[in-house]
């Protein structure tokens, strides 16, 4: 076992090495001094504590009460990673100066400022002022005679942490601009690029949201787990602006509501953050007196002690500085600024436009088709976007119904959930529908969820990113991250419970995405594995943080250590590809050439500006294709059946034969006659010719 340790503070030091640090002072505090035990004779409701390694001196501030009376011991234990730096040593206040008010002890309120000389050779190690968001304790038992009175725990850090606000910053900026560029090159013209970089982007966004999920469990994650998963809490819309906290907490007592004020009497009293490793916070709500054990579900819990504990979800909106009862209208306000704000940019886009048309800077058939369809256009980006919102509306709107904030609040709740789930069932069952009516007409669902401007713009976001063949998979894709946000939000109260929810849907994510590989090409896949891989690795040490297991501390510490480490290098690994992709896109000249050609035979159907030819041939097969004046427009409740232009539904069949290096024909339609091709013609002869048909053949039915 020792050496096991030693090894383990080995890697814990290399770790510490390579990590940057802010600062080269050596000081540790603490802000909250916690009992552990059910019956302390000294409790404190505020607490906070500055030790100086290069003085040796410590800096007390505390508040506390005292039922102890008598000549008392303190027994002092302090361990880094549940490694013993000071263990089970004896202090006397007689002996000490600054302790002579605690000699002997007396029932009452013990000093409330002093300044203790510990001295400078204490054998810390230097992960303990290197490492980030170190996972400390002191212990400090109270003897009278043979018996302990008291037991107090304070948490400690060293003021270097991982959750900063440029991790936030740089991965909300990378995302968002990478979802812009996409827009940007779906409106000249160039969709198959912009389906990748849309791909990428929204499964970049996905996989931060997994890693701010963890971080709303309820599991006692370690210092540096916890720190991590803050960076990311922003896509959950957990961002605080001072003005907008005053707007909820008035809506919500005009509403009949009751604000929490954790944050304003945070200097009159400690706050404990449920961490692991601390007896207290797992049987905390048994210290509670019976009415408020009872309606734990609501607010912020007080112990006994004075002392606040707050977990999970709490514990992130702490950590945030908004109080708990403002979580979810932040989270919902967020929301619907992300919505409107897109709206207004997507409808000036379109005002200046034309009036760059109007003035001849930008030629007239410049952006035609975004011009005309703007509207359907934007309805596709709010559709996305309530995607991209599903999980943090999911998850806060059902926390809401256990928090009963105020009833306003209730009926947002129900509002936001309802409207985003309809919109998306509905959506779902609108793409499934519109397939299989293209695989009973024309044997494939690229025809029409590709052929259609209309369809593409406003429900392409379920099922661009895959393949034609799995275009249901987004249903699949739905029911796992309503499940997930599901014990995320109602499961607060078992941290277990929501781990092994976690690996188990973590675990089904992982083998459907390997087994299946639903998304578009081979790199796509390939991107979004990795993720499932992580996020299945995620869950396990969300697993063993739970202290199932009962491994030792310093085991769990480590664990924490890795999920940071692998999440960064990983994390920033994606965002590089992320940039490097959208770069070339963006400044390639034709960045469509980048990407092989998708198998189901979309680019036959869609426009592109480097598949389609300039000629006045192909410009009437794009126009038939498409659905624009040259042939019937039709809309989502409609069969797609094309006039019959011989010679340009010919030219579309050779043009995609071509694309792909295929030598076979289009055949028609299962049961009917082609209405493009004569059906005495050659084509029909290469038809019988060959008995698989190559439009099934790229829309994955061969696979």
């Not at 968001?133 to 003021?159: F, Q």
């Not at 995320?488 to 089904?508: C, D």
């Not at 891989?533 to 501390?553: G, M, Q």
Request: proline share 4%; glycine share 6%.
């Amino acid at each position: 076992m020792v050496s096991f340790r030693r090894a383990a503070l080995a890697i814990l030091g290399s770790v510490a090495a390579v990590l940057p640090t802010v600062g080269a002072d050596r000081v540790l505090v603490s802000n909250s001094l916690n009992t552990c035990s059910a019956a302390s004779g000294f409790t404190a409701s505020l607490f906070d504590v500055k030790f100086d390694a290069d003085t040796g001196y410590a800096e007390i501030s505390m508040t506390a009460t005292s039922t102890i009376a008598g000549h008392v011991l303190f027994y002092v234990t302090v361990s880094a990673y549940g490694y013993p730096i000071i263990d089970n040593k004896v202090f006397d206040p007689c002996n000490i100066e600054e302790l002579k008010g605690m000699c002997p002890m007396r029932v009452g309120k013990p000093p409330e400022e002093f300044r203790l000389e510990v001295g400078k050779n204490l054998p810390i190690p230097g992960i303990a002022f290197s490492i980030p968001d170190l996972d400390a304790t002191a212990k400090v038992r109270i003897m009278l005679g043979d018996d302990e009175v008291a037991c107090l725990e304070a948490n400690v850090s060293n003021r270097k942490t991982v959750d900063t606000i440029g991790v936030k910053w740089a991965t909300a900026v990378i995302a968002f601009l990478a979802l812009i560029s996409s827009a940007v090159l779906n409106s000249l013209g160039h969709a198959n690029a912009a389906s990748h970089v849309a791909a990428n982007s929204l499964s970049l966004f996905s996989y931060f949201q997994s890693q701010a999920m963890i971080g709303l469990t309820a599991v006692k994650l370690p210092p540096i787990a916890r720190a991590w998963t803050q960076d990311f809490q922003w896509t959950m819309g957990i961002i605080k602006l001072g003005f907008m906290q005053d707007i909820f907490t008035w809506y919500q007592r005009a509403t009949g509501g009751t604000a929490a004020t954790i944050l304003d009497s945070i200097r009159t009293q400690s706050v404990q953050v449920q961490k692991r490793g601390l007896a207290l916070a797992s049987r905390g709500i048994d210290l509670l007196p019976e009415r408020v054990g009872t309606l734990a579900r609501r607010g912020n819990i007080k112990l006994s002690s004075g002392n606040y504990l707050v977990y999970g979800i709490q514990r992130v909106a702490f950590r945030s500085k908004i109080e708990s009862t403002n979580l979810f209208m932040t989270a919902m306000t967020w929301f619907c600024v992300l919505v409107i704000f897109t709206a207004l940019v997507v409808a000036a886009y379109k005002g200046i436009l034309e009036l760059l048309a109007k003035k001849g800077t930008v030629k007239g058939d410049r952006f035609l088709e975004f011009r005309n369809g703007w509207i359907t256009v934007l309805k596709g980006i709010i559709f996305r976007l309530t995607l991209l919102g599903f999980p943090l509306v999911t998850v806060f709107c059902l926390w809401e119904f256990t928090q009963a904030d105020s009833p306003a609040e209730i009926v947002l709740a129900i509002f936001f959930l309802l409207a985003v789930m309809t919109t998306l069932a509905f959506g779902t069952w609108k793409v499934i529908t519109i397939a299989r009516r293209s695989i009973s007409h024309h044997s494939n669902p690229a025809y029409i969820l590709f052929a259609d401007p209309n369809v593409i713009n406003k429900w392409g976001f379920l099922y661009i990113q895959f393949r034609a063949s799995a275009y249901y998979f987004i249903a699949p894709l739905l029911a796992y991250m309503f499940l997930k946000s599901l014990f995320v939000a109602v499961a607060q109260k078992s941290g277990i419970t929501q781990a092994i929810a976690f690996i188990l849907l973590e675990a089904g994510a992982l083998i459907g995405a390997t087994v299946m590989r639903p998304w578009m090409d081979k790199p796509t896949n390939t991107f979004n594995i990795m993720i499932c891989v992580v996020n299945f690795i995620n869950s396990i040490c969300l697993l063993i943080y739970t202290n199932v297991f009962d491994l030792p501390a310093l085991v769990v510490g480590i664990f924490g250590v890795i999920l940071f480490i692998l999440n960064a290098v990983f994390s920033l690994v994606l965002l590089l590809m992320v940039i490097i992709s959208t770069a070339f896109a963006v400044f390639r000249k034709n960045p469509d050439s980048r990407y092989q050609y998708m198998g189901d035979d979309r680019a036959s159907f869609m426009k592109s500006n480097t598949q389609l030819d300039k000629s006045n041939q192909l410009d009437d097969l794009a126009a038939v294709a498409r659905g624009d004046n040259k042939s019937r427009v039709f809309d989502d409740d409609d069969e797609f059946e094309p006039k019959p232009h011989s010679h340009v539904l010919g030219s579309l069949n050779n043009q995609s034969q071509r694309s792909f290096g295929r030598h076979s024909p289009s055949p028609a339609p299962s049961g009917r006659p082609s209405p493009s091709l004569d059906p005495n013609g050659p084509t029909r002869q290469a038809r019988q010719q060959n008995s698989s048909s190559p439009w099934q053949r790229g829309a994955g039915y061969d696979n």
